[in-house]
């Protein structure tokens, strides 16, 4: 946010009177892009929301009556700051699908795995504390390590996921230097915002180097479900109870709208999980809840996953179509799930800078600079095939190529005239 | 909570790892008393539930389908941080019936109101920071407060609410001493836990030395619209638009199984709850928010508020004959409105000891230590009267009167014996 200044029309009279923590709070780069998507006639590939038109509304409908017939008192009021029993037993079996064998007590239910990630950062994250992250990692988790001023240390990923040597050098440089790293912070599968997923080999040797270092990891898995081809590996708090906190959601399997998501934690974890769930918020809502659980009980929802596998597998293969078709000479990774493609610019052209152009050409995306906590990204974009139809992802793209090679060209131009400076 | 030793079976690998602020949660009075309740025969007068019962199911099912015709896709989808415009139009009317007017461009929606004061917390409460409260005051406000580890100073409260001279007196002491007052926090509509209402003459009295003082008020009014006979003075907030923070929530008038509550706040301050908001959750529920939205837009909303008032007043009468009847020597605060008894016990009988035998007798309530920051409240007890239905009340009140009794002859018995010491 800009601060108004005592002439503007805002003055704030508190500005002597927030905490330091106020100070870390900007308007994200994915925020600012919230007005343009909203204009028909702009193709957003920006946003992550879900197609959630693709969910029949008679299954929520007769979800809804049969819930309010069975639990409408419980489901209208406060309930418990762990999360409603049933729902947990529902979420145990969704985790058993990625391999994840886990007990009730040790699942906590949050308002969408974002409350998850902000009630651990509150827990663990004193301020110059270390997060390890990949590179580019997810804009929200980067927005909540640096609301509790923690240091984001973004480690080389690749194709494969995350690179095991480059963490374990990071481990090692940053604890000679005193500073003592409180998490790895990964989304495994189908990564947001780079569509990667990390190789089986490499789980092991992580989850092998996070045990040894005593490094706790938040495996963040929005997307496992979401496979096109292949189910991914199984998750790396399979592997490891100890060390791994687990955070799932149903925002992309199901709706965002409900806000309900969950976290898996070593018990001692989860009894703090809980007392901050209640000081933040009571208990997460009853209602949106009791009627997920109800439609979890009641209709095909691994029908309704295989419908969303189908409608995102037929959007990434327009996506990538239209990257073949109309930037031919950009590099970019391949997702098997998920949401998202992350493209690398020809050299010299700015994702950031390029944005407004984009705009004016009717097209939206989101820039690389918003995945880095250390001032990168600018070579990079963010594709989202979530959202548009096939046609209109080709378009998309279509007119983000004008975009690109007319910048490109302008560049060239400048760079022979110049001398080659670039 | 009680951390378990390396001997125990939850043994916690990651003590070395938490955040100092970590270690100002602990388990609640109220929570701690969450397994009570739920057995049939205790008549509990400690939960702060709403009687949920008395909303008709039809109004929300009727509220449910027209909804989901009109706004289906958008209440599935993630939303703006601020909450839905159309939702936030109709708080403005809510709150235009205790005398407030406001834009909506200054509303911001939130998981209840809690999460509204757990983001104030968070924006401006560093470490020491004084908060300045009524004497008792809502225990989840208290926990915020000692979560952002700002120390809580009780004024002097009496049958009229918080006294400005007490304030005052705290307000130039504080501040001789070097303290930096960030909030003076406030339910002056049948506190929670007191039931008392705050005059006008003192509102006016309250906001000026604010004012003055440059200390943010926090104005916390879920129970306003609640009233048993007159309406409550108008809200603080409609005196002084930069200095009152207002809190609302549905979870009284409505149901708190939705979880949706709302701040205004001055444009500056609103600016960063949004961030906040949208930091700690993404967005609100728009699901919650829609339907509410379309009850207010559909139903007789009035009506059921005049609904719920019956109920309630039907409900403190019940408390209130019988406190006389079975605990006529016992000070009691009488409510106008809201869901609170706040009693004073007999010299020497400790409401926080006395729970245990309570139980035991099959009644539960709150002891007054909850509602005090500092060591405080042994000596007086909350009834909730908003649960339970009139006959259990007074089975309810019977019983603890008989605890209450014998409690006293024990240490009359005991105080004569030993010759008169306590």
């Known amino acids: 946010m800009t601060e108004k200044t005592p002439q503007g029309n805002n003055f704030d009279n508190w500005l002597d009177s927030y905490a330091a923590r106020a100070n870390t709070l900007s308007v994200s780069e994915v925020r600012a892009l919230f007005a343009v998507v909203s204009r028909p006639e702009v193709v957003s590939l920006a946003g992550g929301m879900p197609y959630v038109s693709a969910l029949p509304k008679e299954l929520l409908e007769s979800s809804y009556e049969s819930m309010m017939a069975s639990r409408g008192n419980l489901a209208l009021q406060y309930g418990g700051g762990q999360g409603d029993l049933q729902l947990r037993e529902q979420i145990r079996e969704l985790m058993a699908l990625e391999g994840i064998s886990s007990s009730v007590e040790d699942i906590v239910v949050t308002t969408g795995s974002q409350q998850g990630l902000d009630l651990l950062g509150g827990l663990f994250l004193d301020e110059g504390d270390v997060v390890l992250a990949e590179s580019p990692s997810y804009v929200g988790a980067l927005g909540i390590f640096r609301h509790y001023e923690a240091h984001v240390e973004h480690v080389h990923t690749d194709d494969e996921g995350m690179d095991p040597d480059a963490m374990q050098e990071a481990i090692t440089r940053l604890k000679a230097a005193g500073r003592k790293i409180k998490f790895l912070y990964l989304v495994p599968n189908f990564g947001n915002p780079s569509g990667v997923t990390l190789t089986e080999e490499r789980r092991h040797r992580i989850v092998e180097i996070c045990r040894r270092e005593h490094i706790l990891i938040l495996e963040d898995n929005p997307y496992g479900l979401l496979y096109f081809a292949n189910k991914p590996p199984v998750a790396l708090r399979s592997y490891e109870d100890d060390c791994v906190i687990y955070l799932g959601s149903f925002s992309k399997i199901l709706a965002p709208g409900f806000r309900v998501g969950y976290v898996l934690a070593p018990p001692a974890i989860r009894d703090k999980l809980v007392l901050a769930n209640e000081s933040a918020i009571l208990s997460p809502s009853s209602f949106s809840q009791m009627l997920i659980s109800e439609y979890m009980a009641k209709a095909d929802w691994q029908g309704q996953i295989d419908t969303f596998r189908g409608v995102y597998r037929e959007r990434r293969d327009a996506a ?53 906590a250390n001032g990168t990204g600018q070579s990079n974009l963010r594709i989202s095939f979530c959202y548009p139809t096939p046609d209109n992802i080709k378009l998309g793209i279509k007119r983000l190529a004008s975009v690109i090679n007319l910048q490109s060209e302008l560049l060239e131009t400048f760079v022979s005239k110049t001398g080659g400076v670039k």
């Not at 078709?325 to 800078?353: H, I, N």
């Not at 152009?357 to 097209?363: Q, R, S, T």
């Open 320 to 372: 990538l179509d239209a990257m073949r078709e109309y930037l031919p000479g950009l590099k970019t990774t391949r997702p098997d799930g998920g949401f998202y493609l992350w493209v690398t610019l020809p050299d010299g052209v700015d994702s950031k800078a390029m944005l407004p152009l984009a705009v004016k050409e009717l097209v939206a995306y989101t820039p690389g600079t918003a995945f880095f």
